[in-house]
């Protein structure tokens, strides 16, 4: 079982998951272990299972401003959390909770300033920081102009950017790929400074690059030194060693990890890692805690199981089969 032993949170009185953070908090972005972004990962109970091992900074999966516009908050008293639901629906787009406050970002795909600032709005109040996509190079981002799509739109960026810092009092930062070259990224960069962000986070790939292409950590390094706002470094951090040394190889003030963290969450603890069963177990119970929706929780599973076993096996075949999370436990 996990070292860490985890809080209960099975209940909470409503007052105090009305009681969120008010989102003029000032977020800090130095030496921080930061769990990136990762789309039907990102969820509340992974979120808390990140932050139990070791991140200082948790970032939620990202949420289309389209969506978002469409949800009102609720407070959940039966388990003590904040919803963000879609009306019509009724499917949680967003949730959150009282343990998370101040360490998570929820990262905003958007390819409009008032859109993005609508939606901003209702959410801002609930988070630590609002973050902008901008280096997802999937195609359904792409195509609806948000994601890596915005990299090559710097008038786009600057007024999405700015319309927010002049508008919220939470921090705002953005995330980004590098581009074709180290000095068009740094240009960018320099661009995206000045609409005063609070921090930039830089994924050393291209956007036609694949996941087993190494990472650039030398064109991080160009940008961390042209900047002076934080950086946070991400790209190929598997070993809880790879988080020095790609600090050094950089010069960025924090790290992010991606793939090191869905497979093994406990790569954030300076002890070691635990036992990816013990992991998987500790994500399971938090997933059931708070109610986390079954698709997610099985891709999830299934990403972690085909990273050190195999979805033939009997436990995989059991995750593929399974129906409600009950069915997981």
Same mark, same amino acid.
């Given at each position: %079982? ?26 800090? &972005? ?7 972004? %990762? ?13 139990? &091992? ?35 629906? /009724?499917?949680?787009?967003?949730? @959150?909770?009282?343990? /998370? ?32 996509n901008m280096g997802c190079p999937k195609s ?18 600057? =007024?999405?950017? @700015? +319309?927010?810092?002049?508008?919220? +009092? +939470?921090?705002? @930062? ?18 995206? /400074?000045? +609409? ?8 050393? $790939? ?5 996941? $087993? ?12 030194? #042209? ?30 990890? #991606? ?18 069963? =013990? ?23 299934? /990403? %972690? ?21 009950? =069915?997981?436990?």
């Amino acid at each position: %079982m996990p070292r860490i032993k985890p809080k209960d949170f099975c209940c909470f009185a409503s007052t105090v998951a009305a009681n969120m953070p008010s989102g003029c908090q000032k977020m800090e &972005y130095e030496d921080k272990l930061v769990l990136a972004p %990762m789309v039907r990962v990102g969820t509340l109970p992974f979120r808390l299972l990140a932050a139990q &091992y070791g991140a200082d900074i948790t970032y939620g999966e990202e949420i289309i401003d389209h969506k978002l516009v469409k949800c009102e908050r609720r407070i959940n008293e039966c388990i003590g959390c904040t919803d963000f639901v879609e009306r019509g629906t /009724e499917n949680v787009v967003f949730r @959150t909770c009282h343990e /998370e406050a101040g360490r998570v970002v929820f990262q905003l795909g958007t390819s409009d300033a008032v859109r993005a600032l609508t939606s901003a709005e209702i959410v801002c109040k609930d988070v630590a920081a609002i973050d902008i996509n901008m280096g997802c190079p999937k195609s359904f981002s792409i195509s609806g102009g948000m994601g890596a799509a915005l990299l090559t739109k710097p008038e786009l960026i600057h =007024d999405i950017m @700015t +319309t927010l810092k002049r508008n919220l +009092t +939470t921090p705002v @930062t953005c995330k980004i790929r590098l581009l074709k070259s180290s000095q068009d990224t740094v240009e960018l960069a320099r661009q995206i /400074e000045r +609409t005063g962000i609070s921090a930039l986070a830089v994924h050393g $790939r291209r956007v036609a690059d694949r996941p $087993r292409d190494p990472a650039k950590w030398n064109e991080i390094a160009d940008v961390t030194a #042209a900047l002076s706002i934080p950086v946070i470094a991400n790209g190929d951090v598997f070993e809880y060693e790879d988080i020095q040394r790609i600090k050094v190889a950089t010069g960025a003030s924090s790290v992010m990890v #991606a793939r090191g963290a869905l497979w093994n969450a406990s790569i954030f603890c300076h002890e070691g890692k635990d036992a990816w069963e =013990d992991v998987k177990r500790e994500y399971v119970r938090k997933s059931i805690l708070w109610d986390n929706d079954i698709k997610s929780t099985k891709h999830t599973l299934k /990403e %972690m199981i085909m990273h050190h076993s195999s979805l033939e096996l009997p436990e995989g075949k059991a995750v593929t089969r399974s129906e409600t999370l009950a =069915d997981l436990a």
